[in-house]
């Protein structure tokens, strides 16, 4: 096993709040141990355009506060195709490379699990994504972020909802998962969570309405995770809107809302975590993982795992959001 002087550290996919607190605390690791860092600008693309510079210490000053990623992300389909990933390669080596940390969501960890397979470079990933939807993590960089974007929004909008006689659904990301759509409703206190995991077979919006969701209220705000089978918060309004024409339907989707804003402390942490334990990770000689946090401590996944979508929502929070709405 060769042993390290320099790493590159690129974010990829959709940005998510805490990116930033990330890359610092990978810079600031690797510097510590000596080691040179370089920072990879728009994620894959970077790689293959060769837009590479070294940071150092500074380079990642004043930017743990901030949201988004100052080394910015992008989508890049050159790199799913064999010559895009040989050009990467060759870059990397030309900028004296020898390991990378690559901070995104799944599709930028099937990259990173193609890339090291392909040409046996030590790569780390961070899970950088608010929608909590990576195993082997308790939950993502960004999450928490957005999730208490969503409460806030939703705070605002119980107002305006008590001020009528109401159905609001109010659509938040997730990429079928609906961790941001259960959660949230439990941390706003909405009647009901819409979500992919529970439409098996079960007509979540009938269910809703047969129980009498307004017995005991005038209005009621539903989170609904963006999902294609339900059509999201539209489809499910204009559900309503054909088959229970009786009640008034409105629809909130938060968008790219969800993804801006300063982390909190807890993403904050989280990554400075991540991204400390990525550079112990490469130190150890491990590669090809995935570093999560689970139960408080920090564990180490490989990448097939962590993208096996074996990470469900709890059963017992569904529940609970059904117990504390009567
Ligand atoms: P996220 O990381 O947020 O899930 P994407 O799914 O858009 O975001 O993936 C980010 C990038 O990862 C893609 O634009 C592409 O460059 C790379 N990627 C995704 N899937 C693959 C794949 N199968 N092979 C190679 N690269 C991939």
């Keep these: 096993m060769a042993t390290i002087k320099s790493i590159g550290i690129l974010t990829s996919g959709g940005d998510a709040p805490g990116m930033n607190a990330a890359i610092r605390a990978v810079t600031r690791a690797a510097r510590y141990n ?10 894959y693309k970077g790689l293959i355009t060769g837009e590479i510079e070294e ?19 992008a989508r890049c389909d050159e790199f799913k195709s064999a010559e895009g990933r040989k050009t990467a390669y060759d870059n990397m080596k030309a900028a004296g490379i020898d390991a990378l940390v690559v901070i995104g969501g799944d599709g930028t960890i099937t990259g990173a699990q193609v890339f090291a397979e392909e040409f046996d470079v030590p790569v780390v990933a961070l899970p950088g994504t608010i929608d909590n939807d990576l195993s082997g993590t308790d939950t993502t960089i960004g999450y928490d972020t957005a999730l208490n974007t969503i409460v806030e929004a939703v705070d605002k909008l119980r107002d305006t909802a008590t001020s009528h006689e109401r ?36 007509d979540q919006l009938k269910t809703l309405i047969d129980n009498g969701f307004r017995k005991s209220k005038n ?39 969800q993804r801006g804003g300063s982390p909190t402390a807890a993403d904050r942490i989280l990554a400075s975590r991540l991204g400390a334990a990525a550079v112990e990770a490469l130190k150890e000689g491990q590669r090809n993982v995935m570093v999560g946090l689970k139960n408080g401590d920090i564990v180490y996944t490989p990448f097939c795992q962590a993208l096996s979508k074996s990470k469900t929502v709890k059963q017992s929070n569904v529940e609970l959001v059904k117990m504390l709405s009567i």
Excluded: C
Aim: proline fraction near 3%; aromatic fraction near 6%; charge should be negative.
């Design 55 to 73: 940071f150092h210490s500074n380079s990642v000053s004043n930017i743990i506060q901030r949201g988004g990623t100052i080394l910015k992300t």
């Design 167 to 202: 159905l609001f659904f109010v659509e938040v990301m997730g990429r079928r998962a609906g961790y941001l759509a259960l959660n949230g409703a439990i941390a706003s206190g909405a009647e009901a969570a819409i979500i992919p995991e529970s439409q098996t077979g079960d």
């Design 219 to 257: 209005s009621a705000i539903v989170l609904v995770a963006e999902d294609p089978s339900t059509g999201g918060a539209l489809g499910l309004a204009e559900r309503v809107e054909r088959e229970f024409p009786q009640y008034d339907a409105r629809v909130t989707i938060l968008g790219h809302l």
């Design 34 to 43: 000596g080691w040179s860092v370089n920072g990879i600008m728009r994620g």
